[in-house]
């Protein structure tokens, strides 16, 4: 079992820059591919991006796509969410997920453990 602490959330303006981290409990971080969520008030929670084990696969939501990458450093047990010129529609909470396997996953179904969120506001 993973526990998940998000962490950097805040608010910004539009166009500015946020990092997100998301640190993992656990000696088997390796073992999980990992994703970043996010939920906008009256909204569904969204896929953002997700990486596998190793950091060589990536999947992006085309509305992030040249703005935000995710990284991880296993070392660390660590996953980032570095996001660059935001925009208000990016105001959501913003959760990191972990999946026991390589891959990673598109859908919020495809995640074993989820941190609780942290909410990031984009002000215009």
């Known amino acids: 079992q993973v526990q998940l602490v998000e962490s950097g959330g805040g608010l910004v303006q539009a166009g500015g820059s946020l990092r997100l981290s998301c640190a993992a409990s656990g000696r088997t971080f390796s073992s999980y591919a990992m994703g970043w969520f996010r939920q906008a008030p009256g909204k569904e929670r969204e896929f953002v991006l997700a990486i596998s084990i190793t950091g060589g696969t990536k999947y992006y939501a085309d509305s992030v796509k040249g703005r935000f990458t995710i990284s991880r450093d296993n070392a660390k047990n660590t996953v980032y969410l570095q996001m660059q010129n935001l925009k208000p529609e990016d105001t959501a909470v913003y959760y990191c997920?972990?999946?026991?396997?390589?891959?990673?996953?598109?859908?919020?179904?495809?995640?074993?453990?989820w941190g609780q969120g942290t909410e990031v506001t984009v002000s215009s």
């Open positions: 997920a972990a999946k026991v396997a390589i891959l990673p996953a598109r859908t919020s179904e495809g995640y074993d453990y």
